[in-house]
């Protein structure tokens, strides 16, 4: 059921995905972290995050454990639907839920407020971090320069681009990108 599930997920059928489920309960299969994540992950990949929310509230319901990619599911779901303030609440009840957020969590929170015009809010995500004892990674110097361009604040995209370099992070042609076109506004 799991793989018919993960072939659901790379497909963006969340309808399947739950026919799936549902099928498999009627059987007396107890759905497991695997199936649900990746029936959340073809929500994610339809840009539905309502049924990917009450996907999640089964699994505290079933006593399912949930993990650090089951929200990272969650969280690309509402991120790809354009709902940047639920992603950064779905990433603060991660803590509250001693759920560890990953560079990931992060970074994809980040990409959501970017992609809102959310710079600010973007770069509080990115400063945030640390804090937690994540390293950022390329992909989350990544989203902050690019939350800079969005914001026209160039000189803070070219401090991010230093900070790469200084914390040992390559950057890459996106960071280079973004940077670029944030000193062209």
Known sequence: CNAALNACAKGGQWQHAFSLLMGA??????????GLSSAIAAC????????ALCALGAMVDAHVEVDV???????GACEKASNWQLTLNILESMRKDRHA???????????ACAKAGRWQQAL????SMRPVHV???VFSYNAAISANDKGS???????????????QVTPSYVSYSAAISACEK
């Open 25 to 34: 309960r009627s059987m007396g299969v107890a759905p497991d972290t695997i």
């Open 44 to 51: 994610a990949a339809a840009e539905r995050w309502q049924p």
């Open 69 to 75: 990619i089951t929200y990272n599911a969650l969280l």
């Open 101 to 111: 957020p990953d560079a990931c969590s992060f970074n994809i929170a980040m990409t």
């Open 124 to 127: 509080h995500v990115f400063e």
């Open 135 to 137: 390293t950022p990674d």
């Open 153 to 167: 604040q160039w000189q803070q995209a070219l401090g991010l681009l230093a900070a790469m370099e200084q914390d």
